[in-house]
């Protein structure tokens, strides 16, 4: 497992990326000495001290003879032969070197010139340059190479070890920067481990900086705040859903103990008085499922609502009318077109929401709704509200003072708020000019439908 960990890891791709970039270092240095070595031999050999073409090629004439001379076992320390470019032999004046078929292109070639490595004829390695000196003849002076592979072999042996010495250097800087880098990540990783083990979101993780750990660290305090709070609303939530379910469920209990103990006790209750009763259990079931409704719309998360879809909010706006009317509301309506991404159930039903507060408030009187490039109004003439009570018109379960004795469970308008939000748009309540409450809805959208403002372009 521990050649898994993301510092393991790290260090061993330092290591390695300096590793290759010191071979690579040390391969270029390698060739740099070398090739300077080279050249200086052959500088040696192109420019010998004190002597000219001429005097060489008469220098050589006079000493040099058909056999070569010997050497000792530490080879020849240079070496000076002339060719000719027929068949006839060479004349030497130490160790033979093997002649091949370029030197004798040189010898044939006025003005010629050749460096090559070559071999003498017991096989010692010699630099050679072979030089036209005149009509059909060459000189080839050549010099031993063994010093120079030995400087080469011990450059290489110092390189190797001073690589050898960047990469053990590399691998250990690499490991005190991944151990200092990745801190922070330890850090977030215990807290994370400790959330999942304890499910206590209130961890919050020292944010040091502005680099993109102090960012993830950032974003994770974001996301287990978040969370806390969601966590604590649905807490929340549920206390008051057992509190507002409280009401209702007792009335129900004690309705229907009265009418059971009128059965077991044959004491019939008055028709009137039993039809009130069944009347008030009826209500409160009523009242019951209309609740538990409208939790379940509450509940759900945000990903769990209808696919939103391109839709005529006008529309929309005319059947949450038409149903107001059907429950005895007096809607007076002025809609023009207006076209919409969203849901068209949850939109209708924040819409008719809208309407049925406006008509609980106002008896008797005219809802007046309008909807005139997105904003949709919704006015009663009832008697408003007190402005500190409007900032929680649209909290869960809240009702207003005056509201307490009239039927609803404070989650109409709440309903209303998340449909807007759903849909991105904004929904407020303020009081109206002339008495009664103004609820304004708007939702971003056009005045045509997409395919028609294509078609009319």
């Known amino acids: 497992m521990i050649w898994r960990s993301l510092r393991t890891r790290l260090t061993l791709l330092v290591a390695v990326a300096v590793a290759l970039a010191v071979a690579v270092s040390a391969g270029a240095c390698f060739m740099i000495v070398r090739h300077q070595l080279y050249e200086q031999v052959d500088r040696q050999l192109g420019n010998p001290p004190g002597k000219s073409p001429r005097g060489q090629l008469e220098w050589l004439q006079r000493e ?21 470019a027929d068949d006839r032999p060479p004349c030497y004046t130490s160790a033979a070197l093997v002649v ?50 030995n400087t080469l072999k011990m450059v290489a042996l110092l390189l190797g070890a001073v690589a050898a010495l960047g990469v053990l250097a590399a691998a250990t800087a690499g490991l005190l920067i991944a151990r200092a880098a990745l801190r922070p990540v330890g850090r977030l990783t215990k807290a ?20 993109e750990i102090a960012r993830l660290s950032s974003s994770f305090n974001a996301m287990t705040t978040a969370l806390a709070g969601s966590r604590e609303r649905q807490k929340q939530l549920v206390a008051d859903a057992g509190h507002e379910l409280r ?39 009523a009242e019951l499922s209309t609740l538990v409704a409208d939790l379940l719309q509450l509940a759900r998360g945000d990903t769990e609502h209808e696919p939103h ?28 077109p207006w076209y919409v991404v969203g849901s068209a159930t949850s939109l209708e039903r924040a819409v008719l929401n809208l ?20 904003r949709l109004s919704v006015r009663d003439h009832g008697p408003g509200l007190p402005e500190e009570e409007l900032p ?26 998340q449909a807007v939000a759903e849909a991105g748009g904004e929904v407020r309540l303020a009081n109206a000019p002339g008495g009664g409450a103004i609820a304004t809805m708007d939702l971003p959208g056009t005045l045509m439908r997409n395919s028609e403002s294509d078609k009319s372009r």
């Open 247 to 285: 009401t209702p469920l007792t009335t129900l209990r004690t309705n229907i103990d009265l009418l059971l103990r009128s059965e077991q006790t044959g004491r019939s209750l008055d028709p009137d008085a039993k039809k009130r009763l069944l009347t008030n259990v009826k209500a409160q079931f």
């Open 64 to 84: 040099c003879g058909p056999v070569p001379n010997p050497q000792d076992h530490y080879g020849p320390p240079g070496t000076t032969q002339l060719i000719f």
């Open 100 to 149: 091949t078929e370029e030197d004798k292109g040189v010898a044939a070639s006025p003005g010629a010139k050749h460096w090559h490595n070559g071999v003498t004829d017991d096989g010692t390695e010699m630099r050679i340059l072979t030089e036209n000196v005149g009509p059909g003849m060459a000189v080839m002076d050549a010099v031993p190479l063994g010093q120079l592979r």
């Open 355 to 374: 309407i049925d507060n406006a008509a609980k408030f106002s008896p008797g009187g005219q809802v007046e709704v309008s909807l005139w490039h997105g």
């Open 309 to 336: 879809v391109e839709l005529p909010f006008h529309e929309v706006v005319t059947a949450a009318v038409e149903r107001a009317r059907l429950r005895g509301a007096e809607v007076v309506s002025d809609l023009r």
């Open 192 to 211: 994370v481990e400790h959330i999942a083990q304890t499910e206590d979101l209130d961890t919050h993780i020292p944010v040091e900086g502005n680099d």
């Open 392 to 417: 929680h018109v649209f909290e869960r379960f809240w009702r207003s003072p005056s509201a307490r004795g009239l039927p609803g469970s404070g989650l109409g308008l709440a309903i209303v708020a």
